[in-house]
């Protein structure tokens, strides 16, 4: 039988405004009548519409992802890894995800899902310099989170800890007698890219050494120079290649392999990023590994506790291992 709210109503002995309040939770009734109504509901297996649930409770009860337009292929295990965290967690609170393409290259896609009102809540999977799209959500009277630190007070966030698991990595390196290291890094306009580089100088400098700035290459994604930088780096006597994120570090094992450098023999190699693209190296890969999925778990609680109503701080997630493998032995 299928059941509606009229005859839910003339089941109950109710009007079918009193059994509409009673299920959304809005309205004067007594507790009597909305207990009577829900607990009827439960043993009935009565679910409302998508709409009628959305139109009770003036929501759309979907969540927007925002996730770069030109993410390449290498950097997707992050973006799927947070995106599962991001719908799991979303599950427990009767949402849907909507995943929304937009970066610093356009953001109509988002505006459009704003103004037309389709989500409730923003989250931003990737915090560029300069975003437009946070500039946007700021003024879009939506709540919103960010992953990754924005370096603006005014805007919500969560991010790992990437300062200071890259500055740990690095005096791990040091300790094992590893002291010069060239660091190949992405777009100097991504925010993790200048965290990351603050950790890399400062394990050197918590151990008291000094970092060679010739060996510092930046906004390497996607870039022809990396086979020649590599190439530069080795001739200035580099013992180890670190590598921001795990996409770079791939691209570097191929450039090193086909250019017939051994890893670690002849140099060794490491990211400040672990996931399934590195899980099949040979050799394996000393990385940082970071839960990318609980992190997106976390941004959905938050932003769900914000909708509520509740006020909510940004939060640095300090969670981190660091897998030493065969690539720096």
């Given at each position: 039988?299928?059941?509606?709210?009229?005859?839910?109503?003339?089941?109950?002995?109710?009007?079918?405004?009193?059994?509409?309040?009673?299920?959304?939770?809005?309205?004067?009734?007594?507790?009597?009548?909305?207990?009577?109504?829900?607990?009827?509901?439960?043993?009935?297996?009565?679910?409302?519409?998508?709409?009628?649930?959305?139109?009770a409770a003036s929501r759309t009860f979907n969540v927007?992802?925002?996730?770069?337009?030109?993410?390449?292929?290498?950097?997707?295990?992050?973006?799927?890894?947070?995106?599962?965290?991001?719908?799991?967690?979303?599950?427990?609170?009767?949402?849907?995800?909507?995943?929304?393409?937009?970066?610093?290259?356009?953001?109509?896609?988002?505006?459009?899902?704003?103004?037309?009102?389709?989500?409730?809540?923003?989250?931003?999977?990737?915090?560029?310099?300069?975003?437009?799209?946070?500039?946007?959500?700021?003024?879009?009277?939506?709540?919103?989170?960010?992953?990754?630190?924005?370096?603006?007070?005014?805007?919500?966030?969560?991010?790992?800890?990437?300062?200071?698991?890259?500055?740990?990595?690095?005096?791990?390196?040091?300790?094992a007698g590893i002291t010069r290291m060239a660091l190949?890094?992405?777009?100097?306009?991504?925010?993790?890219?200048?965290?990351?580089?603050?950790?890399?100088?400062?394990?050197?400098?918590?151990?008291?050494?000094?970092?060679?700035?010739?060996?510092?290459?930046?906004?390497?994604?996607?870039?022809?120079?990396?086979?020649?930088?590599?190439?530069?780096?080795?001739?200035?006597?580099?013992?180890?290649?670190?590598?921001?994120?795990?996409?770079?570090?791939?691209?570097?094992?191929?450039?090193?392999?086909?250019?017939?450098?051994?890893?670690p023999e002849d140099v060794k190699l490491c990211s400040?990023?672990?996931?399934?693209?590195?899980?099949?190296?040979?050799?394996?890969?000393?990385?940082?590994?970071?839960?990318?999925?609980?992190?997106?778990?976390?941004?959905?609680?938050?932003?769900?506790?914000?909708?509520?109503?509740?006020?909510?701080?940004?939060?640095?997630?300090?969670?981190?291992?660091?897998?030493?493998?065969?690539?720096?032995?």
């Amino acid at each position: 039988m299928s059941h509606t709210l009229e005859s839910i109503a003339k089941e109950l002995g109710l009007s079918k405004t009193t059994v509409s309040r009673a299920i959304s939770g809005k309205g004067r009734i007594s507790e009597e009548t909305r207990n009577k109504v829900n607990e009827y509901i439960k043993q009935i297996n009565y679910r409302p519409s998508a709409v009628a649930r959305s139109l009770a409770a003036s929501r759309t009860f979907n969540v927007g992802l925002v996730v770069p337009a030109d993410s390449a292929l290498g950097e997707m295990p992050y973006f799927q890894t947070l995106m599962t965290g991001v719908c799991d967690r979303a599950m427990d609170f009767d949402y849907d995800v909507l995943i929304i393409l937009a970066d610093n290259e356009g953001i109509s896609p988002l505006k459009h899902a704003v103004q037309n009102r389709k989500i409730d809540a923003v989250i931003v999977s990737r915090c560029e310099r300069d975003s437009k799209v946070i500039n946007f959500l700021k003024t879009a009277n939506i709540p919103y989170i960010v992953v990754g630190n924005p370096m603006d007070k005014a805007v919500p966030y969560v991010d790992h800890d990437n300062e200071g698991a890259a500055s740990r990595m690095i005096e791990t390196l040091i300790d094992a007698g590893i002291t010069r290291m060239a660091l190949i890094g992405g777009g100097e306009n991504i925010n993790v890219t200048s965290s990351r580089l603050i950790g890399f100088k400062n394990g050197f400098k918590n151990k008291g050494l000094k970092v060679d700035e010739d060996l510092i290459f930046l906004n390497m994604h996607k870039s022809e120079r990396l086979d020649s930088v590599l190439k530069t780096a080795m001739a200035d006597g580099a013992e180890c290649i670190v590598c921001m994120d795990d996409m770079l570090c791939n691209s570097v094992l191929n450039c090193l392999h086909n250019d017939g450098i051994s890893v670690p023999e002849d140099v060794k190699l490491c990211s400040f990023y672990d996931s399934n693209l590195l899980s099949t190296s040979k050799p394996s890969i000393t990385s940082l590994y970071f839960d990318a999925k609980k992190l997106g778990a976390l941004c959905l609680e938050t932003l769900m506790r914000n909708l509520d109503g509740e006020s909510v701080a940004s939060q640095i997630v300090t969670d981190f291992n660091i897998q030493m493998r065969d690539s720096t032995r």
